[in-house]
Nanobody, 115 residues
């Protein structure tokens, strides 16, 4: 059972916004750093953002100032607010956690930025 489920993807025009959600399967989420990655077909999966269990955030350079990662430990959910979207942000976005020395990935949610 995949302990992470992403949602919120879709089609948006350039300059628009989307908020992605990653629902974890339990309260264990509060004790782990959580990450978002994205992947374009034919390219390697790339790191986008991380939030530690204490709320410290880190971002890939190309999304700094446009994307914001946050977490709600009561709802067992991590968010990725994406603003000022560009066509090059088009990708499948994945939630990730390394838990007990095991890497877990969600199944991904597709974001398409196009006019």
């Amino acid at each position: 059972q995949v302990p992470l489920v992403e949602s919120g993807g879709g089609l948006v025009q350039p300059g628009g916004s989307l908020r992605l959600s990653c629902l974890a399967s339990g309260s264990w989420m509060s004790t782990y750093a959580m990450r978002w990655y994205r992947q374009v077909p034919g390219r390697q999966r790339e790191f986008i953002a991380e939030i530690t269990r204490s709320g410290i955030t880190n971002y890939f350079d190309s999304v700094k100032g446009r994307f914001t990662i946050s977490r709600d430990n009561v709802k067992n959910t991590v968010y990725l607010q994406m603003n000022s979207l560009k066509p090059e942000d088009t990708a499948v976005y994945y939630c990730y956690v390394r838990r007990a020395a095991v890497d877990y990935w969600g199944k991904g949610t597709l974001v398409t930025v196009s006019s």
